[in-house]
């Protein structure tokens, strides 16, 4: 059974701060890693992709690769309330068996 | 907004019923995923169709039936539904398999209610 891991939250973050979301999965074949994020009551949004070992960065967002710990991170620059959201881990071998993780809350606090 | 839409954005049928839920893909787009999200919890992998061939299923019933047209939209069929259906259906565009081809993008969902 391939799994996804993440810590449901709620995470809170004051505003300004750095939120990091953290993701494990169970799957070593996996070669594709996704973040999403998903407002209450919308569809998921793609916020990064990340391929490879190391960090890739887009804007306040950066993404953390490491498949040797089978493990995947998310940070969040200078939280805004704006961010609070659901964030959701995927992974997938190639476009095939994508799984998804819960998902964890975020929560910026004003 | 992604390109992906769906339809209807909400539905409720009674258990025992069927339902179909339709899905067009983005532009250029040969793949598409269904995913079940029910309330809380992240989405579960229905099945894909590439091509129009099935190209992948998760752990739902045989009930769960799809279809994918020469256009790449696609259907997903529910039959005897049961309470436990009642949850967001998400269908999901991407382009083929290959490293960078899984990015998938999202329709806006059906949230289908069984009463």
């Known amino acids: 059974q391939k799994e996804v891991e993440q810590n449901s939250g709620p995470l809170s973050v004051p505003e300004g701060a750095i939120a990091s979301l953290n993701c494990t999965y169970s799957?070593?074949?996996?070669?594709?890693f996704f973040w999403y994020r998903q407002y209450s009551g919308k569809s998921p949004e793609l916020i990064m992709s990340?391929?490879?070992?190391g960090d890739k960065e887009d804007g306040r967002f950066t993404a953390q690769l490491n498949k040797a710990s089978q493990y995947v991170s998310l940070l969040i620059r200078d939280s805004q309330p704006s961010d609070s959201a659901t964030y959701l881990c995927?992974?997938?071998?190639?476009?095939?068996?994508?799984?998804f993780g819960p998902g964890t809350r975020l929560s910026v606090l004003p | 907004e992604t390109g992906v839409t769906q339809s209807p954005t909400h539905l409720i049928k009674t258990r025992g019923q069927q339902v179909t839920l339709r899905c067009s893909s983005q532009s250029g787009h040969n793949t598409v995923s269904w995913y079940q999200q029910a309330l809380g919890q992240g989405p579960q992998f229905i099945f894909q169709?590439?091509?129009?061939?099935?190209?992948g299923r998760g752990n739902f019933p045989p009930r769960f039936s799809g279809l994918q047209f020469p256009n790449y939209s696609s259907e997903l069929n529910v039959n005897a539904l049961e309470l436990d259906d009642s949850a967001l259906y998400l269908c999901?565009?991407?382009?083929?398999?290959?490293?960078?081809?899984?990015?998938?993008?999202f329709g806006p969902g059906t949230r289908l209610l069984v009463l």
């Open positions: 990340i391929y490879s070992n």
């Open positions: 169709y590439y091509r129009e061939e099935e190209n």
């Open positions: 799957d070593r074949g996996s070669q594709s």
């Open positions: 999901a565009s991407s382009l083929g398999v290959g490293q960078g081809a899984g990015t998938q993008y």
């Open positions: 995927a992974v997938n071998n190639y476009g095939q068996n994508f799984v």
